[in-house]
T-cell receptor, first 109, second 115 residues
């Protein structure tokens, strides 16, 4: 499968600040998906990016897919305590997901 | 969105016994389901693809005789951990494609502890 590397592994954020998590692959990806997993919970689908250079926004979340389709990023503005959790990127190959290591986000009030 | 359930949510078993985990799609039919394993503070690792009416396909390194998968109907897949050992203790999660052909819906997971 197409492996994806994700950084940083941990992110401590002050409430109200912005942060970005990055996902990189050595090979061209057909698409990239992002999931959020709350502590003790299961992954929840956030978005899928397919097109080169694609940018999608969901309220305070901005997702980007690189021009070469080898990297992706998730940027969250004005972090809130509800943003706590682990954010995973995943490459999709015929429905089989290869997850990145995830970025665990801790928000301090 | 589509709903996937898992049962049980938590199970503790003794070493050497077998445990069955059920994954159900509640409001849609799933010809394909996926089983993942997640160790604490780690990512999800795909174990196998469960296909309705045919044999499951396993990822490299996953023992098919130890992790038995049965996809008996379009709404039910089961994972049986046979002869469980403490190292099998993990969080097991299933998923299925819902209404779209790419969005995966995950079950709530089953936390297995082998003593």
């Amino acid at each position: 499968g197409q492996q994806v590397m994700q950084i940083p592994q941990y992110q401590h954020v002050q409430e109200g600040e912005d942060f970005t998590t990055y996902c990189n692959s050595s090979t061209t990806l057909s698409n990239i998906q992002w999931y959020k997993q709350r502590p003790g919970g299961h992954p929840v689908f956030l978005i899928q990016l397919v097109k080169s250079g694609e940018v999608k926004k969901q309220k305070r979340l901005t997702f980007q897919f690189g021009e070469a389709k080898k990297n992706s990023s998730l940027h969250i503005t004005a972090t809130q305590t509800t943003d706590v959790g682990t954010y995973f990127c995943a490459s999709d190959s015929w429905g089989k997901l290869q997850f990145g290591a995830g970025t665990q986000v801790v928000v301090t009030p | 969105g589509a709903v996937v359930s898992q049962h049980p949510s938590r199970v503790i078993c003794k070493s050497g016994t077998s445990v069955k985990i059920e994954c159900r799609s509640l409001d849609f039919q799933a010809t394909t389901m996926f089983w993942y394993r997640q160790f604490p503070k780690q990512s999800l690792m795909l174990m196998a693809t469960s296909n309705e009416g045919s044999k499951a396909t396993y990822e490299q390194g996953v023992e098919k005789d130890k992790f038995l998968i049965n996809h008996a109907s379009l709404t039910l897949s089961t994972l049986t951990v046979t002869s469980a050992h403490p190292e099998d203790s993990s969080f097991y999660i299933c998923s299925a494609n819902g209404w779209t052909d790419y969005e995966q819906y995950f079950g709530p997971g089953t936390r297995l502890t082998v003593t």
